[in-house]
Nanobody, 123 residues
């Protein structure tokens, strides 16, 4: 499956952004989807994931209550709504697809990756 992330940009602290990740090539609903991020000089970290049907989600503690992951299997797209953004959220955000591990925060469990979209939050 090919993944194309979009929606990044420059925002002020406290503002919102919505990222999208469009999938193509294979049946989107077969994949567990996740969002990761990588800040300059840091390792890639798990942000959130969503099950195939959308009924199960998981978030890293630092974004709970601010970020929401969702998916539209009819549109082959997963979204990340980011509210109350902080400067610490500045990173390149990647969407990823896993074939069989629900709720994993480990990069090795995601076989397919998008190219990343940059989110910059100014304080």
């Amino acid at each position: 499956v090919q993944l194309q992330a979009s929606g990044g940009g420059l925002v002020q602290a406290g503002e919102s952004l919505r990222l999208s990740c469009a999938a193509s090539g294979r049946t989107f609903s077969n994949y567990i989807m996740g969002w990761f991020r990588q800040a300059p000089g840091k390792e890639r970290e798990f942000v959130t994931s969503i099950s195939r049907s959308g009924g199960y989600t998981r978030y890293v503690d630092s974004v709970k209550g601010r970020f929401t992951i969702s998916r539209d299997n009819a549109k082959n797209t997963v979204y990340l709504q980011m509210n109350s953004l902080k400067s610490d959220d500045t990173a390149v955000y990647y969407c990823a697809a896993s074939e069989n591990v629900i709720g994993s925060s480990d990069v090795v469990d995601y076989k397919y990756w998008g190219q990343g979209t940059l989110v910059t939050v100014s304080s």
